[in-house]
């Protein structure tokens, strides 16, 4: 389910999200018992912050359009809320008596009050900056689900500059980002990266229905100037990846398409695809049981320190409508 969102507008995300889901189901493109992406995968899908998701939903959850249950998921609700002049003037009354108190008790005009109203609604963003869209997205989310933040992936290979707002960047491209924008020193952050340490359990639910024994480390190259800007080399990974798994697997490295590779791979195998050359892949590849992608997550410690620096800067100040 596509939003088109306008985010120069003054009606905040979550609000639009709200309107454009409310719509829908008036017109009828979604009906009773229809089902709602999960938070996590509409966040993603929308290109918004997994909170003004949740946000939306709540909201839609309370004015009764929606309904969520457990291990269910979330649907239409299968009696939607009558939207007619009676609710209309309902909200009116309800709009007035807010104004009135706001006056009254405060002391606030129906501007200052919009204009608190406004601040609360305000959500502070940073871009988080990698080498691939990838890898980005993945850290991006890392930082929502951390912090009170909507995170802008920013990949490394688009051209110009990253949004006027605080940069997140990994210490492999601290050098690279450095030397890109020199006058945005000010701006940047930068956190330590290890292994996903998921990938091990990955690995063993696959291997618990086939025998796996062998893992294939895919790169483009295996020692490039990139590799080294990059400040890992496939051979690197490869030994990050064998530290975090048993014995009994043997993990070596390759260069090539997975989409050739895959083919010709024996039953005891898997392909492990290093995150540039993931970003490429199309989706049928991706989707391949035998394919995984090897992602790097930010080291939790990092995550309290950099938000820190950033608050105690007030460099986290700006909002999104």
Not at 54 to 83: F, K, M, S
Not at 204 to 224: C, M, N, Y
Not at 281 to 303: G, N, S, T, Y
């Amino acid at each position: 389910m596509l939003l088109r969102l306008n985010r120069s507008s003054p009606t905040p995300l979550y609000h639009q999200i709200v309107q454009a889901i409310r719509w829908r189901i008036g017109t009828g493109e979604l009906r009773a018992g229809d089902p709602l992406p999960a938070v996590r995968d509409a966040a993603v899908g929308w290109g918004v912050n997994y909170h003004t998701v949740r946000r939306a939903y709540q909201e839609l959850a309370q004015l009764g359009w929606i309904e969520t249950v457990q291990g269910a998921g979330t649907t239409v609700a299968t009696a939607p809320p009558l939207d007619g002049a009676g609710a209309e003037d309902d909200l009116e009354q309800w709009l007035d008596e807010v104004v009135a108190t706001a006056k009254d008790r405060y002391h606030l005009t129906p501007v200052a009050l919009a204009q608190r109203i406004w601040d609360r609604g305000r959500v502070p963003r940073v871009v988080m900056v990698e080498c691939n869209a990838h890898q980005a997205t993945f850290l991006a989310q890392q930082l929502e689900e951390a912090w009170p933040v909507e995170v802008i992936p920013w990949s490394l290979d688009e051209p110009g500059d990253p949004p006027q707002l605080p940069l997140i960047g990994t210490y492999f491209h601290h050098v690279e980002m450095r030397a890109r924008w020199p006058h945005r020193a000010a701006d940047m952050r930068f956190v330590a990266l290890w292994l996903d340490r998921a990938l091990e359990k990955r690995i063993e639910a696959i291997a618990s229905r086939r025998p796996i024994r062998r893992l294939r480390l895919v790169e483009q190259d295996l020692g490039t100037a990139e590799d080294m800007a990059a400040g890992v080399s496939a051979e690197e990974m490869a030994a990050g990846v064998s530290a975090l798994l048993s014995p009994r697997f043997t993990v070596t490295t390759t260069v090539g398409d997975p989409a050739e590779l895959l083919p010709a791979l024996e039953a005891d195998e898997l392909l492990l695809v290093a995150p540039r050359l993931w970003d490429r892949l199309p989706a049928a590849i991706r989707e391949d049981e035998r394919v995984l992608d090897v992602r790097h997550v930010i080291v939790p410690e990092e995550l309290n320190r950099v938000w820190g620096s950033l608050v105690r800067a007030g460099a986290a100040a700006g909002d999104v409508r």
